[in-house]
């Protein structure tokens, strides 16, 4: 257990007034996370004992059913994830399922005070949830599905952390989501603890590129506001990746923090180890698309398609950022919000030069374009290597610069 300070630092809890107060040597202070991150040198074990009255059931149906008739490989491939994570969590067969891809194309990891949720979807069949709840003894809740059993050796958040390793090894997934619970004001005034990831990096180191995802959703400021807590907790949870079905990422701010600075806008830049991965600079689709979150345009130039929160009085601001960047690629589409005002924006456009096809000039120079295509709710920026003849071009045009 971590002392009171210790865990205030590690954990961020925030006591109010009415939690302050003092507590005896032994009483467990809820605020503060039960698991520490001062990690134990033994790895966990997944191999765990479980009620031997429903693993002999489950034995007993696999090996009438499917044991004689097709053999253990076939009974492992046909189970679903709730049974899967019960032969896991069974010792002596957890060493046949190392390379068992979950049936499932989505996976949403929750986190909420004293708990983690991990939703399992497979689209043929219902939605399978497995959570992990604290317990004031330092052990945990077990629920899979509606079954629930009690673990007084093991944290909640190792636990989820066992499972999610587990259950992520070799997945092919369309998305994967990690996201936070709304606030209950029936618990304490802190934000939910997040050690499960950093039990994922140090037990898991193996799985590196063995999650196959198209898409990844995610919340920023878990850890913290600034831009090394961010990049650290986005490279915590997509080292796993593979770069090769990586597709599209969607960010949000998270806005449910206890702390009056976690709900101010989020300016994220991420840094070189981040932004020379492959898996970033490989991305076809970015998703900002959040008043809270800023990022520079540097960020995401490699990107074909990139959804942005646009005030349109930062309009010709964000202009001069996209032409700062000296793009090169052919074309780059950013889908605005709903409130953008293209009318007002093809206003403030008048300064460049447009020409017959409704492409604004950047800098004059036939290299560097945009247009604003209001239907689609879309701003496009265009790359032209070879300029064309600028006699030519200003013959076409329909309107001047104005100064």
């Given at each position: 257990?971590?002392?009171?300070?210790?865990?205030?630092?590690?954990?961020?809890?925030?006591?109010?007034?009415?939690?302050?107060k003092?507590?005896?040597?032994?009483?467990?202070?809820?605020?503060?996370?039960?698991?520490?991150?001062?990690?134990?040198?033994?790895?966990?074990?997944?191999?765990?004992e479980?009620?031997?009255?429903?693993?002999?059931?489950?034995?007993e149906?696999?090996?009438?059913?499917?044991?004689?008739?097709?053999?253990r490989?076939?009974?492992?491939?046909t189970?679903?994830?709730?049974?899967l994570?019960?032969?896991?969590?069974?010792?002596?067969?957890?060493?046949?399922?190392?390379?068992?891809?979950?049936?499932m194309?989505?996976?949403?990891?929750?986190?909420?005070?004293?708990?983690?949720?991990v939703?399992?979807?497979?689209?043929?069949?219902?939605?399978q949830?497995?959570?992990y709840?604290?317990?004031?003894?330092?052990g945990?809740?077990?629920?899979?599905g509606?079954?629930?059993?009690?673990?007084?050796?093991?944290?909640?958040?190792?636990?989820?952390?066992?499972?999610l390793?587990?259950?992520?090894?070799?997945?092919?997934?369309?998305?994967?989501?990690?996201r936070?619970e709304?606030?209950?004001p029936?618990?304490?005034?802190?934000?939910?603890?997040?050690?499960?990831v950093?039990?994922?990096?140090?037990?898991?180191?193996?799985?590196?590129?063995?999650?196959?995802?198209?898409?990844?959703?995610?919340?920023?400021?878990?850890?913290?506001?600034?831009?090394?807590?961010?990049?650290?907790?986005?490279?915590?949870?997509?080292?796993?990746l593979?770069?090769?079905?990586?597709?599209?990422?969607?960010?949000?701010k998270?806005?449910?923090?206890?702390?009056?600075?976690?709900?101010?806008?989020?300016?994220?830049?991420?840094?070189?180890?981040?932004a020379e991965?492959?898996?970033?600079?490989?991305?076809?689709?970015?998703?900002i698309?959040?008043?809270?979150?800023?990022?520079?345009?540097?960020n995401?130039i490699?990107?074909?398609?990139?959804?942005?929160?646009?005030?349109?009085?930062?309009?010709?601001?964000?202009?001069?950022?996209?032409l700062?960047t000296?793009?090169?690629?052919k074309?780059?589409?950013?889908i605005?919000?709903?409130?953008?005002?293209f009318?007002?924006?093809k206003e403030m456009?008048?300064r460049?030069?447009?020409?017959?096809n409704?492409?604004?000039?950047?800098?004059?120079?036939?290299?560097?374009?945009?247009?604003?295509?209001?239907?689609?709710?879309?701003?496009?920026?265009?790359?032209?290597?070879?300029s064309?003849?600028?006699?030519?071009?200003?013959?076409?045009?329909?309107?001047?610069?104005?100064?």
């Amino acid at each position: 257990m971590l002392s009171w300070k210790a865990g205030e630092n590690a954990n961020r809890a925030h006591p109010t007034k009415k939690h302050a107060k003092s507590r005896k040597p032994n009483e467990i202070n809820p605020e503060i996370d039960s698991d520490s991150e001062k990690f134990k040198e033994k790895k966990l074990k997944t191999c765990k004992e479980f009620n031997v009255a429903e693993v002999i059931k489950l034995y007993e149906n696999y090996h009438k059913e499917e044991f004689r008739r097709m053999g253990r490989p076939y009974s492992y491939k046909t189970a679903d994830c709730l049974g899967l994570l019960l032969l896991n969590n069974a010792c002596g067969v957890a060493e046949h399922l190392t390379n068992t891809r979950f049936p499932m194309n989505r996976v949403i990891v929750s986190r909420a005070y004293g708990k983690v949720k991990v939703q399992m979807h497979d689209p043929s069949k219902p939605c399978q949830n497995a959570e992990y709840w604290r317990c004031e003894n330092s052990g945990c809740i077990i629920w899979r599905g509606y079954h629930a059993r009690m673990d007084e050796s093991t944290r909640f958040q190792q636990m989820a952390s066992a499972d999610l390793g587990f259950i992520l090894n070799f997945a092919k997934l369309d998305e994967l989501e990690y996201r936070t619970e709304d606030y209950n004001p029936w618990n304490p005034n802190v934000d939910p603890f997040f050690n499960f990831v950093r039990y994922m990096e140090r037990d898991y180191d193996t799985f590196e590129n063995s999650i196959f995802a198209t898409k990844i959703t995610m919340e920023l400021g878990w850890f913290g506001n600034s831009d090394e807590d961010n990049n650290r907790q986005v490279e915590l949870l997509w080292k796993w990746l593979n770069n090769r079905n990586l597709e599209s990422m969607k960010f949000r701010k998270w806005t449910g923090s206890r702390l009056p600075e976690g709900n101010e806008v989020l300016k994220w830049e991420i840094g070189s180890s981040l932004a020379e991965r492959h898996r970033w600079t490989h991305l076809k689709e970015l998703d900002i698309q959040d008043r809270n979150l800023k990022m520079p345009a540097k960020n995401y130039i490699h990107c074909d398609t990139v959804h942005i929160h646009l005030e349109t009085d930062h309009f010709l601001e964000f202009c001069d950022e996209m032409l700062e960047t000296r793009f090169k690629k052919k074309m780059i589409t950013f889908i605005v919000n709903e409130a953008f005002d293209f009318s007002r924006a093809k206003e403030m456009a008048k300064r460049y030069e447009c020409y017959a096809n409704e492409k604004y000039d950047l800098e004059n120079d036939m290299t560097r374009f945009f247009e604003l295509k209001e239907d689609d709710a879309q701003i496009i920026f265009y790359y032209e290597k070879q300029s064309r003849s600028r006699s030519r071009s200003r013959n076409q045009s329909t309107s001047r610069r104005q100064r």
